[in-house]
T-cell receptor, first 110, second 111 residues
Framework: DQQVKQNSPSLSVQEGRISILNCDYT??????FLWYKKYPAEGPTFLIS?????DKNEDGRFTVFLNKSAKHLSLHIVPSQPGDSAVYFC?????????FGAGTRLFVKA | DGGITQSPKYLFRKEGQNVTLSCEQN?????MYWYRQDPGQGLRLIYY???????QKGDIAEGYSVSREKKESFPLTVTSAQKNPTAFYLC??????????FGPGTRLTVL
């Protein structure tokens, strides 16, 4: 039973355009959400997070939106750059556990 | 520089052997975690430890064991009881329950 779902295994975007990565969750007890970025053969690195009391958090080119009623969050990258090409994991925190989605591989074409 | 290290980067094991993966952090974090990543899947939690000398099973603990004798160290042993151990193993640490810092990972292959 996947509590955190990233339904798009991959996404391809032209450089300079917007990348939108989506994530859905099922457990309404999750109260904190994070996005991690991962390059091949490396560990994930933290990108941006959002608390359940907010609906938007912005950090430079990265913005995370949270829609609690739909149990949905999204990561927007504007403008997309070739260096953004990586796997992006959505994660949700409830209690002491962090549940990760399966990841979305983003390709940014020059 | 503060960080989290894992060794070795690549590890080969014969069937029936136990192997131990190292994880060390100098971030002074209380919490440490072990995850397993398989192709097309997210990170699945094997074990976690919130404090020295204490650890809890995650979602897929069968066939694994850990120890937490020191704050900075959280080694993972993959035992012969783990039926499908070939995977990418990631160690992480955190302050509290939010942002986790990950090591570079160990790729374990069973021959």
């Amino acid at each position: 039973d996947q509590q955190v779902k990233q339904n798009s295994p991959s996404l391809s975007v032209q450089e300079g355009r917007i990348s939108i990565l989506n994530c859905d969750y099922t457990n309404s007890m999750f109260d904190y959400f994070l996005w991690y970025k991962k390059y091949p053969a490396e560990g994930p690195t933290f990108l941006i997070s959002i608390s359940s009391i907010k609906d938007k958090n912005e950090d430079g080119r990265f913005t995370v939106f949270l829609n609690k009623s739909a149990k949905h969050l999204s990561l927007h990258i504007v403008p997309s750059q070739p260096g953004d090409s990586a796997v992006y994991f959505c994660a949700a925190v409830g209690g002491f556990k962090t549940i990760f989605g399966a990841g979305t591989r983003l390709f940014v074409k020059a | 520089d503060g960080g989290i290290t894992q060794s070795p980067k690549y590890l080969f094991r014969k069937e029936g052997q136990n192997v131990t993966l190292s994880c060390e952090q100098n971030l002074n974090h209380d919490a440490m975690y072990w995850y397993r990543q398989d192709p097309g899947q997210g990170l699945r939690l094997i074990y976690y430890s919130q404090i020295v000398n204490d650890f809890q099973k995650g979602d897929i603990a069968e066939g694994y064991s850990v120890s937490r004798e020191k704050k900075e160290s959280f080694p993972l042993t993959v035992t012969s009881a783990q039926k499908n151990p070939t995977a990418f193993y990631l160690c992480a640490s955190s302050i509290g329950v939010n942002e986790q810092f990950f090591g570079p990972g160990t790729r374990l292959t069973v021959l």
